[in-house]
Nanobody, 113 residues
Framework: QVQLVESGGGLVQPGGSLKLSCAASGSSFSFYVMGWYRQAPGKQRERVAFITSSGSTNYADSVKGRFTIARDNAKKTMYLQMNSLEPEDTAVYYC???????WGQGTQVTVSS
């Protein structure tokens, strides 16, 4: 099983950028399809992007063209580069295996002027 810790969130103005990291420990990180998820206040958690073990990616329509997911299997780390941030992107961001696993604490992203 893989354990995950998110970091990199913060407060940013609309139009700004942030890069989130997801550090994994345990075995077999490279074999997992990994995803970034977010949960805004009062809303259900949604997946914003996922990346396969070979690097193929998929994005939710709401972030397509603005967010980029990447992974470094040697470092057991996944990233989410977020550009052109909008207030609607405000949420707690989580990483997890797409197959499902324990949720971590997440990292708060707030987009506000």
């Amino acid at each position: 099983q893989v354990q995950l810790v998110e970091s990199g969130g913060g407060l940013v103005q609309p139009g700004g950028s942030l890069k989130l990291s997801c550090a994994a420990s345990g075995s077999s990180f490279s074999f997992y399809v990994m995803g970034w998820y977010r949960q805004a206040p009062g809303k259900q958690r949604e997946r914003v992007a996922f990346i396969t073990s070979s690097g193929s990616t998929n994005y939710a329509d709401s972030v397509k063209g603005r967010f980029t997911i990447a992974r470094d299997n040697a470092k057991k780390t996944m990233y989410l580069q977020m550009n052109s941030l909008e207030p609607e992107d405000t949420a707690v961001y989580y990483c997890n295996t797409v197959s499902g696993g324990s949720w971590g604490q997440g990292t708060q992203v707030t987009v506000s002027s």
